[in-house]
């Protein structure tokens, strides 16, 4: 008896599985990594985590809270979107991805908060993100944030110029993909923000041009999908961080929340991206089911 009920045990998980969640987990096997997925959608379940505790580097994902935290300030009346922030010649960094530096490669120039805030969460502009951090008093200021909204599991510790001269520290900004649905959540449904804050950082993250091939890959035309990517650098011959997470408009207007981290990745780009797409696709299908 007592070895029949290890049997049924053992044999529970596997049969408690959703035909969903056999999908993802079968589609994650071409990542040739780790694949992190974790999803919500209000009044229904959908059996859709894969390592939804683990704790998957961010990369620039981390733009989002930081937005939020900046938009906290404006409202608490300590920045104003129209100021003026003086873009520095410390702030200049040689091979950090940057349309501001692009644009003004000696700095000495003054742009508006409002500006630096579109680079960061919508272009991804490191230099206007670390602008954004020296602003607010460093990554610790995002963390304290988090922590009293309640997500203490999405970690930021370090600038972009600390994470650009030393990748390996990237693994320490990580972020629970469970954890980042449920701010993502937070953000569709009871947002910390004003409604009109609240409908610029959602127009900010719709309107990106990042990552059309991740989750938004194999969505019918025309769906709207505010998300944030982050990716890092090929690595020995491994991407340790291909992400993208955010809010998925369906059909009937409700919002699913979505998160997906490949890490440590041992294959190409068309092949990773492919894997968020199909991912995002079978979700959103199932979802529509329910």
């Known amino acids: 008896m007592r070895q029949l009920a290890l049997i049924l045990t053992l044999a529970a998980p596997?049969?408690?599985?959703t035909p969903l969640h056999v999908q993802l987990a079968d589609i994650a096997k071409d990542a040739k990594g780790t694949v992190s997925v974790a999803c919500a959608l209000p009044g229904v379940t959908l059996d859709c985590d894969l390592n939804e505790h683990g704790h998957p580097p961010m990369q620039s994902v981390f733009k989002l809270p930081l937005a939020i935290v900046v938009l906290q300030k404006v409202e608490a009346g300590k920045?104003?979107?129209?100021?003026?922030?003086?873009?520095?010649?410390?702030?200049?960094?040689?091979?950090?991805?940057?349309?501001?530096?692009?644009?003004?490669?000696?700095?000495?120039?003054?742009?508006?908060?409002s500006e630096l805030l579109r680079l960061s969460v919508q272009?991804?502009?490191?230099?206007?993100?670390?602008?954004?951090?020296?602003?607010?008093?460093?990554?610790?200021t995002v963390q304290a944030s988090l922590n009293k909204l309640g997500f203490p599991t999405i970690h930021v510790v370090h600038s972009e110029r600390i994470l650009h001269d030393d990748e390996n520290l990237q693994?320490?900004?990580?972020?629970?993909?469970?954890?980042?649905?449920?701010?993502?959540?937070?953000l569709a449904d009871n947002s910390p923000l004003t409604p009109d804050h609240t409908a610029l950082l959602n127009k900010l993250i719709t309107e990106?041009?990042?990552a059309p091939k991740r989750m938004k890959g194999l969505l019918p035309a025309g769906t709207i999908v505010a998300h944030k990517t982050g990716s890092s650098g090929e690595d020995?011959?491994?991407?340790?961080?291909?992400?993208?997470?955010?809010?998925?408009?369906?059909?009937?207007?409700?919002?699913?929340?979505l998160a997906i981290f490949v890490t440590d990745s041992h294959t190409d780009d068309t092949t990773r991206e492919l894997v968020m797409a199909r991912i995002a696709k079978a979700i959103y299908d199932a979802a529509l089911r329910r």
């Open 123 to 140: 272009l991804s502009d490191n230099i206007a993100t670390d602008i954004l951090l020296r602003l607010i008093g460093g990554p610790t």
């Open 208 to 210: 990106t041009p990042s």
């Open 236 to 257: 020995h011959g491994f991407y340790p961080a291909t992400n993208d997470v955010g809010l998925i408009t369906l059909p009937n207007g409700k919002r699913l929340a």
């Open 14 to 17: 596997v049969a408690a599985q």
């Open 79 to 113: 920045l104003a979107l129209d100021q003026q922030v003086r873009f520095e010649t410390s702030d200049l960094y040689k091979g950090s991805y940057s349309p501001l530096q692009d644009a003004h490669p000696t700095a000495n120039v003054d742009v508006p908060l």
């Open 171 to 186: 693994y320490q900004d990580s972020a629970e993909p469970a954890a980042m649905v449920a701010l993502l959540r937070r």
